[in-house]
């Protein structure tokens, strides 16, 4: 499956599934989260996953995924922008 990862953190899901997808797409407001899973990910090889800074909330990819990953982040999604990120999932 293709998996979009929103608040990917430092990749640590897309570093332990890189086996069982075709392609992750992380995003986190991080770049230090970004460097971290970016690093990881070419030190292990897997070059089928991309690590991204950007908000959750504005995300546009501008692909199709079969997976979206929101892990442990709604805690930080005020109540207002819960409903126009779902939209966009």
Known sequence: PRV????CGP????????DQVE????????????AHATQ????SGFDHLQFKVGS???VSPGQTFNLVV??????YVEDDQILPLMKQV
Do not use: C, N, Q, R
Request: charged share 15%; hydrophobic share 55%; aromatic share 10%.
């Open 4 to 7: 979009l990862d929103l608040g």
């Open 11 to 18: 990749g640590v899901w897309a570093l332990k599934l890189a």
């Open 23 to 34: 392609a992750w797409l992380g995003y986190d407001i991080s770049p230090e989260f970004i």
């Open 40 to 43: 990881k990910a070419t030190e």
């Open 56 to 58: 959750m909330l504005h």
């Open 70 to 75: 929101l892990g442990g982040i709604l805690g």
